[in-house]
């Protein structure tokens, strides 16, 4: 499975088998897994779409909504029961607006599931943490 660093950015090519045996960047020596969810801009969320194996969980939010703030804490928490199984990724509409768009995010949060470079679910508004876990399990 190809990972993407979530510190150095770096391709690691790490077999299925090793997922859990805390692998390291080849490139900066850093944890690849760190349970824990990553701010990406466009650029580092299109070049882990395109070019790693890893199921991507997607939270698209925005600073000034309400219910994206109530649901960060959820969203680390599953971050932290499902990785490596997933990389947990957030993405600041504000900011990244061009991404929203060329994703056609409507309403936040929104929720989506990418797999093998496609969106392969998607849901709007937050979740509990077992009713989100139970989503992500289903679809990865």
Known sequence: ???MCPHCGGLNRIPDE???DHPSCGKCRSALFTGQP???NSEQFLRALHK???PLVVDFWAS???PCKMFAPTFSQAAAQLEPHAKFIKINTETEQQIAT????RSIPTLAIFKEGQEVA???GAMDLGSFTNW???TI
């Open 64 to 66: 000034w909504c309400g």
């Open 1 to 3: 499975m190809i990972i």
């Open 52 to 54: 790693t194996d890893q």
């Open 102 to 105: 060329q994703f056609n995010i």
């Open 18 to 20: 090793k997922l859990n």
């Open 38 to 40: 990553i701010e990406m």
């Open 136 to 138: 992500v399990k289903s």
């Open 122 to 124: 998607r849901q709007s």
